[in-house]
Nanobody, 121 residues
Framework: QVQLVESGGGLVQAGGSLRLSCAAS????????MGWFRQAPGKEREFVAS????????AYADSVKGRFTISRDNAKNTMYLQMNSLKSEDTAVYYC????WGRGPSSWNYWGQGTQVTVSS
């Protein structure tokens, strides 16, 4: 079993930056692929970014490419999402996930509780 806890969300003005963290505990973090998803009110959960267990391969949604950066520190059992040039449409609850791969939420087995990101215009 893996436990995930997100942090770092908050209120930021458009054009600003935030860094989300996802702390993992339980089974060996360094052997798991990791991902970020988000869900805005009234919308389905959508893929944001993912990172292989080694960190050698990443994937991003087109809507965040060039603005967001996913990374991990296996020594700290933590994954990050650096979000720059934030837009109002980035407002959502952000979830980290592990134990899977791909852009569909159903492809991932373990989820955190989410952290709210609100971007004011």
């Amino acid at each position: 079993q893996v436990q995930l806890v997100e942090s770092g969300g908050g209120l930021v003005q458009a054009g600003g930056s935030l860094r989300l963290s996802c702390a993992a505990s339980g089974r060996t973090f360094s052997t798991y692929n990791m991902g970020w998803f988000r869900q805005a009110p009234g919308k389905e959960r959508e893929f944001v970014a993912s990172l292989t267990w080694s960190g050698s391969s990443t994937a991003y949604a087109d809507s965040v490419k060039g603005r967001f950066t996913i990374s991990r520190d296996n020594a700290k059992n933590t994954m990050y999402l650096q979000m720059n040039s934030l837009k109002s449409e980035d407002t959502a609850v952000y979830y980290c996930a592990t134990g899977g791969w791909g852009r569909g939420p159903s492809s991932w087995n373990y989820w955190g509780q989410g952290t709210q990101v609100t971007v004011s215009s």
